[in-house]
């Protein structure tokens, strides 16, 4: 199993950046994909980014605002959050499953962090 805990959330003006941490432990050491999702009130969890060794996927929405980092030897991944807008309000959760496929799909991932939340005033 891997545990993960997120940080970083805050309230922000729309045009800010924000930079979110997640920290996984407990079995990392087989290959795994960490991603981010959020949920704003009243809508379904949505794709964010994603992350494994074959690369990184970016919802559409992201449009070139966000990177997702991950630092292996730490067992952390990043998502720096730039050009941040109003819509972008909601509680993000970081997610992982085994594997290399970076699935867009909450129903993929097995293991979730408590959430942490992100406004964003305008």
């Known amino acids: 199993q891997v545990q993960l805990v997120e940080s970083g959330g805050g309230l922000v003006q729309a045009g800010g950046s924000l930079r979110l941490s997640c920290a996984a432990s407990?079995?990392?050491?087989?290959?795994?994909?960490t991603g981010w999702f959020r949920q704003a009130p009243g809508k379904e969890r949505e794709f964010v980014a994603g992350?494994?060794?074959?690369?990184?996927n970016y919802g559409d929405f992201v449009k070139g605002r966000f990177i997702i980092f991950r630092d292996n030897s730490k067992n952390t991944v990043a998502l720096q959050m730039n050009s941040l807008k109003p819509e972008d309000t909601a509680i993000y959760y970081c997610a992982a499953t085994y594997g290399l496929r970076i699935a867009t799909s909450p129903n993929d991932y097995e293991y979730w962090g408590q959430g942490t939340q992100v406004t964003v005033s305008s």
């Open positions: 992350r494994s060794g074959l690369g990184a």
């Open positions: 407990g079995r990392t050491d087989s290959a795994y994909v």
